[in-house]
């Protein structure tokens, strides 16, 4: 159980990304939190018991998709529009890392059960994470198990495992001893991986140390889902340095894409790397669309203590 209490959410580190400052004081109360990520064992535990089938395993409907594209955005044509999932594929030199399609490919097929596409299986993998999760998935699943998604800061509180303001969930150190602590990416992203924490993908649950409040792999493996929606500017409006967000506006804040509908994903993934994506971090925050998955994002759970379940303080 992480007992709750006040902490300093988001960062003041210059290094950080602008979308984690300032950092603010924040409260959350006592919760249960998984102590790892939903694996794809437990995930078929799921779908076994009740037929769920996942978004990815759906033709995209259009009149969903144009919700989130500019006005007048033309349809693809109906052969494009096919079950599938976003997988990270290496290219096989240098590319220009400002264009995320260089290794992001739209793959028909690709699903919780078929990580990569076609061809591919779960085999060997039954402890991984389960990857491909949209965010009405990890819902169902969440309320399958009578459990609930973690708010961003009952994530990162969680994540912190008790410390404070540092950088890392085990301190200020990546590497310390040389150790590795968390599922990253070594090597210069997207094409020169180079594996030495035993990784090139996904790892199994376990594999890496638990925080202080005994949670694994809290920070890489895969980023995951929190009930929140992505603000790029939230700690800015929480120590009012910009104004609230109107009730009646989309309650997703994204400058980049304004017709974004984002939840925040937390913790990075093993395709964070020292130069391209230093996300593995408790402070770290991005958006991900919330009704799509891909290769690298998956997610855990939380249950209310039962005393907050009863109203009791």
Known sequence: MDPGGDFMMGTDEQEAYPVERPAVKRHVEGFYMDETEVTNAEFKKFVDATGYVTIA???????????QLPPNTPKPADSLLQAGSLVFVAPDQPVDTRDISNWWKWTPGA??????????????????????????DALAYAKWAGKRLPTEAEWEYAARGGLTEKRYSWGDELRPQGKFMANTFQGRFPNGNQGKDGFMGTAPVKNFPANDFGLYDIIGNVWEMTDDWFDAIKF??????????DANMNQCYNPTNPYAKERVIKGGSFL?????????RPSARQGHAYDSGSSNVGFRCVQDTPSKTLGMK
């Open 111 to 136: 699903s919780w059960k078929h990580p990569e596409g076609p061809g591919t299986d779960l085999q060997g993998r039954m402890d991984h994470p389960v990857v491909h999760i949209a965010y009405d």
């Open 236 to 245: 800015q409006r929480l120590t009012g340095n910009a104004p609230k967000l």
């Open 272 to 280: 964070c790397s020292d130069n391209y994506c230093i996300n593995y």
């Open 57 to 67: 395993e759906k033709k995209p409907e259009w009149e969903e998709m144009k919700k």
